[in-house]
């Protein structure tokens, strides 16, 4: 059995509800063949959420991390390739800190890779009849936060673990009004669930374009 973390946020900005967490429940409840998923909720904090990450995967030892987070405005599953080293926040976290061009860790390196095949894993959560697409953006709130934060840890501490970060649309609950995309939690949870059993099952990647001109 392949063992893996897979972690979602509290809601935030006043919302009731955050995808990620939901999706991550669904998972973990129904994992794939051949994973043993453990989900686990990250408080929508800076600083905190990294703590509590560096936790979970002390308790887990997983051979996989996998972080979701909410991306409302983006219409389908958006599979992050790097993280930066800054904080700038928009907006203030669910503790009321709004860091602005803080380094995520200090005198860490400028940015990391995930190392998840991301273009297969793209590819696995398209064949699972789900939108999907590669991102070269993670932002820079919590989000950008928490990935970096894994990707440092993993880097300097678990060279052996594999990691990544996947963004997901909002849940049609949040968008009443029609006026943003949005996805059910069943639907993307079928979606992460073939993004990790492609994640768990191959560490090269397809050499496919998935680049963007902006």
């Known amino acids: 059995m392949t063992r893996v973390l897979l972690t979602g946020f509290e809601p935030f900005d006043g919302a009731d509800v ?3 967490w939901e999706v991550a429940r669904l998972v973990a409840d129904q994992p794939p ?61 669910n503790a009321g800190r709004q860091p602005v061009d803080r380094p995520v860790v200090p005198g860490g390196p400028a940015a990391y890779f995930a190392t998840l095949p991301v273009k297969a894993c793209v590819a696995a959560v398209r064949e699972a009849g789900v939108p999907a697409s590669l991102s070269h953006t993670a932002g820079t709130f919590v989000c950008n936060h928490v990935f970096y934060a894994l990707m440092h840890l993993l880097a300097t501490e678990h060279p052996t673990v594999r990691g990544g970060f996947v963004h997901l649309p909002a849940l049609p609950e949040q968008v009443l009004d029609g006026t943003r995309p949005s996805l059910p939690a069943d639907t993307v949870a079928d979606g992460v669930r073939a993004l990790l059993t ?17």
């Open 18 to 20: 955050n995808p990620s």
């Open 33 to 93: 063949e051949g994973l043993l998923v453990t989900a686990v909720r990250l408080g929508c904090v800076f600083g905190r959420a990294a703590e509590e990450l560096r936790t979970a995967i002390a308790e887990c030892a997983p051979d996989l991390v996998v972080c979701l987070g909410q991306a409302a405005g983006r219409p389908d599953v958006t599979v992050e390739r790097v993280a930066v080293n800054i904080d700038d926040a928009r907006i203030p976290d």
């Open 198 to 214: 492609a994640a768990a099952s191959r560490t090269a990647d397809l050499r496919v374009p998935e680049g963007a001109t902006h």
